[in-house]
Nanobody
Framework: QVQLVESGGGLVQAGGSLRLSCAAS????????MGWFRQAPGKEREFVAA????????YYADSVQGRFTISRDKAKNAVYLQMNRLKPEDTAVYYC??????????????????WGQGTQVTVSS
């Protein structure tokens, strides 16, 4: 069993930065694929970024490539999402997710078994 708790959301002006954190509990967290997703009002939840268990492979949605960076710290059981050059269209609730099996579909909601409660990110224009 893995529990995930996100933090770091808030209100920021366009062009600004935020760093989201996801604290994980569970002995096997270090072997899981970890992802970030987001959901804007009236829209479906969408993939943002993912990182392999080793941290050696990272994946990004086209909309955030070059602006967002995902990382993980196994010693702290944490995953981070550094978000730079934020845009109003980045406004959403951001969710951390964990995938124990890593079948390769890192972009799919169905790939992940565990989810956090989400943290709100609001970017003003």
């Amino acid at each position: 069993q893995v529990q995930l708790v996100e933090s770091g959301g808030g209100l920021v002006q366009a062009g600004g930065s935020l760093r989201l954190s996801c604290a994980a509990s569970g002995r096997t967290f270090s072997t899981y694929l970890m992802g970030w997703f987001r959901q804007a009002p009236g829209k479906e939840r969408e993939f943002v970024a993912a990182i392999s268990w080793s941290g050696g492979s990272t994946y990004y949605a086209d909309s955030v490539q070059g602006r967002f960076t995902i990382s993980r710290d196994k010693a702290k059981n944490a995953v981070y999402l550094q978000m730079n050059r934020l845009k109003p269209e980045d406004t959403a609730v951001y969710y951390c997710a964990a995938d124990p099996y890593n079948t390769g579909s890192y972009y799919s909601i169905r790939e992940y078994d565990y989810w956090g409660q989400g943290t709100q990110v609001t970017v003003s224009s």
